[in-house]
């Protein structure tokens, strides 16, 4: 298995409290990506990151900010969680050639 | 854009019973593609990829898909069926430019159950 963890792995929050989500990989992998998995939608690419401080946005990235200081950290921040926020959240890492990505175990916020 | 459709939503199944799960997907240039499981409360495993070469490719767990170009299919089969292949099925296509090295992001279809019974 890839090293990846993503910590917390759950968490319950309340509306409009600020949220940040921890992605750490022990792969040396150069790129990170942070998914939502939702039924019926998927996953759906919030934010991802080419390099150390280099990162863009992905198709849902409204209310979600992204940092990565670090090759192995990329962290995911709700600036003020929604209930519409509510998901799994999932980090994955690649080497870019083939884009075949690989999984960290998610985190499971809840926005009440 | 890319796209990705995964035609059936739910998979139900009996043991020991072949099972093919659909998938097509839309793409403007050359493709890498995947299938990924996820078992209950667990994250996306890599089953098998196309990247090049032969049409068919063997994965984990006897899965086996077949690319098909001109159907801009990618659907994935196993002849026989297990209790513990019960699990959620994505399939996913990442574009590439002329080089081979992809644009860095890879598009989901919205997942297949498969269920297999006893």
């Known amino acids: 298995d890839a090293g990846i963890t993503q910590s917390p792995r759950h968490k319950v929050t309340e509306t409009g409290t600020p949220v940040t989500l921890r992605c750490h990989q022990t792969?040396?992998?150069?790129?990170m990506y942070w998914y939502r998995q939702d039924p019926g939608h998927g996953l759906r690419l919030i934010h991802y990151?080419?390099?150390?401080?280099?990162?863009d946005k992905g198709e849902v990235s409204d209310g979600y900010s992204v940092s990565r200081s670090k090759t192995e950290d990329f962290l995911l921040t709700l600036e003020s969680a929604t209930s519409s926020q509510t998901s799994v959240y999932f980090c994955a890492i690649s080497e870019i050639k083939y884009n075949e990505q690989y999984f960290g175990p998610g985190t499971r916020l809840t926005v009440t | 854009a890319q796209s990705v459709t995964q035609l059936d939503s739910q998979v139900p199944v009996f043991e020991e019973a072949p099972v093919e799960l659909r998938c097509n997907y839309s793409s403007s240039v050359s493709v890498y593609l995947f299938w990924y499981v996820q078992y209950p409360n667990q994250g996306l495993q890599l089953l098998l990829k196309?990247?090049?070469?032969?049409?068919l490719v063997k994965g984990i767990n006897g899965f086996e898909a077949e690319f098909n170009k001109s159907q801009t299919s990618f659907h994935l089969r196993k002849p026989s069926v297990h209790i513990s292949d019960t699990a959620e099925y994505f399939c996913a296509v990442s574009d590439f430019q002329a080089g081979g090295t992809s644009y860095g992001k890879l598009t989901f279809g919205q997942g297949t159950i498969l269920t297999v019974h006893p």
């Open positions: 990151s080419y390099g150390v401080k280099d990162t």
């Open positions: 196309y990247l090049s070469g032969s049409t």
């Open positions: 792969e040396n992998h150069r790129y």
